[in-house]
């Protein structure tokens, strides 16, 4: 096991999506398979441990990197940035109030790549208020025993655990965050991902059968969970999803030039030397830059504290989705019918970038958060 902190983030995740992740991007989406071989090279470059603390062998990095990495591997494969968001979401939660168990048993092994975890928050009854879970723990005995199902679990039944949320087993505390290890009797994974885009995310539906979770696998104290979603997994997802669609939309844009440069009609001219066609070049790379810069921005004022963080992670995803879409639709346009099959990217990118939107917080509810926060309102 080598790892190589000596690189940066960005030069470390640069290299495996380049030899990695992007020679298996058209066959992870066509095959609907989990990118197993990126997982093996996130572990064995430390990049699984990107957001565990160094001191427990992990790279210690902060929001911008996550934002630098999911861009950079999402820009060749939406899935597997997908899927590597998710785990360092679960990470993150985690090594916000680990106890020394929680330390070694999971941040260790995950900084050395043995571990992948993912967030189990979604309710096909609450839909995109999944901070409102209808689940339930009941604690008896030092253990907590769940039952209950959560649906869109990106990575599924490749992860080792899940961090649940929970109504709190005590009357009005409010909600928990339980640890769950995926080989636990009554853990049980249903369905394959039929989602339009993100084929490989592998995001399936779990069911909880009187699983019990000892009490050492609570994160934080008793009713902590709705504090950690807003203070650690909001700006943590909405940060590494807006990446991830800053990514598509840049491998979008930049497939559209190759094509629009190398793409040569009868008379020798270039699809690049039409002006409409260079319209649409500008339109996207601007669209593009605008994004990454806003989203850049956003994670540098929340890495430091800065009171204007709040607003710009939350509006960092609005813009993200936005602009992902709209490029990745003007990429089509301009590579025309081949770009409309797969013998070209950009109608992966279109489908990978239309979840930004829908995933929770979706853009309506995020958007009622801005505009209620620049009016002085409060959120809830
Ligand atoms: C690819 C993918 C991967 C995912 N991965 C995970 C994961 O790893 N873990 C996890 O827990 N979840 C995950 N999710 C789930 C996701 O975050 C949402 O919780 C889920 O998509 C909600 O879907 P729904 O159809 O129930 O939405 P609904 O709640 O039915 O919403 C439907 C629409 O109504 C709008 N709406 C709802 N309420 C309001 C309101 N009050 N004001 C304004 N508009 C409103 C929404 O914005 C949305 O446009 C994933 C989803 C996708 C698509």
Not at 25 to 49: Q, V, Y
Not at 140 to 163: C, E, I, M, P, Y
Not at 191 to 198: D, K, P, R, S, V
Request: glycine share 10%; with cysteine.
């Amino acid at each position: 096991m080598t790892t190589t902190f000596n690189h940066s983030v960005a030069e470390i995740t640069r290299q495996i999506a380049g030899e990695v992740v992007a020679p298996l991007a058209f066959e992870i989406d066509r095959e609907k398979r989990f990118p197993h071989e990126a997982f093996k090279a996130f572990g064995k470059s430390g990049l699984l441990g990107l957001l565990v603390p160094k001191d427990l062998g992990g790279m210690g990095g902060s929001l911008f990197d996550l934002v630098t990495a999911t861009e950079i591997i999402a820009e060749k494969c939406g899935s597997t940035a997908m899927c590597f968001l998710m785990h360092s979401c679960a990470t993150m939660v985690i090594a916000s109030k680990a106890s020394p168990n929680q330390k070694e048993r999971y941040l260790r092994p995950i900084a050395q790549g043995d571990k992948i975890g993912t967030l189990a928050f979604s309710e096909t009854g609450t839909g995109a208020h999944f901070y409102s879970p209808e689940i339930r723990a009941h604690f008896a005995d030092q253990f907590f025993t769940l039952n209950g199902r959560k649906s869109f679990v990106t990575n599924g039944d490749q992860t080792d655990f899940l961090v649940v949320v929970t109504n709190a087993s005590t009357e009005g505390n409010g909600l928990d965050m339980l640890i769950v290890e995926t080989d636990t009797s009554g853990v049980r994974f249903e369905g394959t991902w039929e989602g339009i885009g993100l084929r490989g995310n592998n995001s399936i539906s779990v069911t909880m059968e009187n699983v019990k979770v000892p009490v050492s696998n609570l994160i934080g104290d008793e009713g902590d969970g709705l504090d950690i979603i807003f203070q650690v997994v909001a700006p943590t997802f909405i940060l590494g999803v807006s990446g991830v669609n800053v990514g598509l939309a840049r491998g979008a844009y930049l497939a559209a030039l190759n094509h629009a440069k190398s793409r040569k009609y009868p008379d020798g001219r270039s699809l690049a030397e039409i002006q409409a066609i260079q319209f649409y070049l500008s339109d996207m790379y601007g669209s593009v830059e605008s994004a990454a810069a806003f989203v850049h921005k956003a994670a540098r004022s929340a890495d430091q504290g800065e009171a204007a963080a709040v607003l710009n992670v939350m509006e960092s995803k609005i813009i993200a989705s936005e602009h992902a879409v709209r490029v990745t639709n003007l990429a089509m346009q301009v590579c025309g019918g081949q770009g409309y099959t797969p013998s070209l990217p950009v109608e992966r990118y279109l489908r990978d970038a239309r979840a930004g939107a829908v995933m929770a917080p979706t853009t309506e509810v995020l958007k009622e958060w801005v505009g209620k926060s620049v009016a002085g309102i409060p959120l809830m």
